[in-house]
């Protein structure tokens, strides 16, 4: 049996997970022992205010991360107030998301602006001043709160990750947040490579955190998980990724492998095993916690994973057999 991973393990709630299995899943998170429940904001689906809040309200000790709460939905003021909320009321138990959100979905909100990046910094500068209790930074050129001051806010102010999607908001990461959130894949090249960006323009900072998103299948054998989890790279391939595919040997083959794909299915449908088991997290139990250790050597504090499939409490069950005996 492998060794158990030195660092923390979380899982994704899965956007479309009907409503009335949400708190189910967040409670059988807590007592299977993940470390973390990650929440998404996506366009058209849940808030994520408002389930981070009912989810850390069910449960009793687990971690609440929100993934992600894009800069340009919400005013920096009003965000700061929730997030310290939250903060007072489940001490040390949320983390703190921050994106510029994906641009077909903040384009179909109308909040794409002209310079995502300068939004975020200033916007993540913004809310994680307000949470420490200071008055707002002087005005910038998207956001203005300096005349707010927080006059609840909590002992220790939560960490604040920023959701990148490349070198420049990854060095944005060190110099306005915690650490940065990586969307799957994460393998451990990318990771390394991930870290080093941040950690560059972090140098004093106390933290300069990676929590990273994988999908993950957990099954008897390898092949069966392999099988599994491939239709949810389906959509993975799009140039904006490249990325991810860091120190990965087949990268040049996997985008001219993408080009030549009549459809996103029929490119998940006929990518090589191997490839799948580098951009996910799936295998057997032994496989996907050495898998695991992988990352978190590589850097990653948290290793969160994303189930698949239809029968999302059956596999937060399975995916439940990598954490380590406590």
């Known amino acids: 049996m492998s060794a158990p991973s030195a660092g923390r393990i979380g899982v ?23 470390d973390e429940l990650w929440v998404v904001e996506d366009l ?8 981070a809040s009912a989810v850390l309200a069910a449960t009793e000790r687990i971690v609440v991360g929100i993934g992600i709460l894009p800069a340009g939905a919400r005013n920096a003021a009003f965000s700061a107030m929730e997030i310290a909320t939250l903060a007072q009321l489940f001490p040390g138990r949320i983390i703190a998301g921050i994106g510029h959100g994906m641009p077909s979905f903040m384009r179909a909100a109308g909040a794409w602006p002209k310079s995502p990046l300068t939004l975020l910094g200033e916007y993540t ?7 420490r209790g200071e008055p707002g930074p002087a005005a910038g050129r998207y956001v203005d709160v300096a005349d707010v001051v927080l006059e609840e806010v909590p002992d220790a102010a939560p960490p ?10 990854l060095t944005l990461a060190g110099r306005v947040s ?26 004093a900072r106390a933290r300069a955190e990676i929590t990273t998103y994988d999908v993950a299948v957990v099954a008897e054998n390898e092949a069966a998980a392999l099988a599994q989890v491939r239709p949810a790279l389906a959509w993975f391939g799009e140039p904006d990724w490249a990325p991810h ?27 090589p095993d191997e490839w799948v088991a580098e951009l996910s997290l ?36 399975r995916l439940a057999a990598v954490l380590p005996t406590r």
């Open 12 to 34: 994704m709630l899965p956007r479309d997970l009907p409503a009335t299995q949400v708190l189910e899943f967040a409670r059988r998170a807590d007592a299977l022992g993940f």
């Open 44 to 51: 058209g689906f849940r808030g994520g205010i408002a389930q």
């Open 125 to 131: 500068t913004a809310v994680a001043t307000l949470l």
């Open 160 to 169: 604040i990750l920023l959701g990148v999607r490349g070198p420049k908001s």
């Open 178 to 203: 915690d650490g940065a959130l990586l969307a799957e894949p994460s393998t451990p090249e990318y990771i390394a490579a991930s870290l080093a960006f941040v950690r560059s323009e972090a140098p």
């Open 245 to 271: 595919l860091v120190g990965q040997p087949f990268a040049e083959d996997f985008a001219r492998h993408r080009a030549a794909s009549a459809s996103r299915e029929e490119f998940a449908a006929t990518i």
């Open 282 to 317: 799936a295998g057997t139990a032994d496989q996907v916690r050495a898998r695991i250790a992988a990352r978190h050597r590589a850097g990653a504090v948290s290793v969160v994973l994303t189930p698949v499939g239809a029968d999302r409490l059956g596999e937060l069950d």
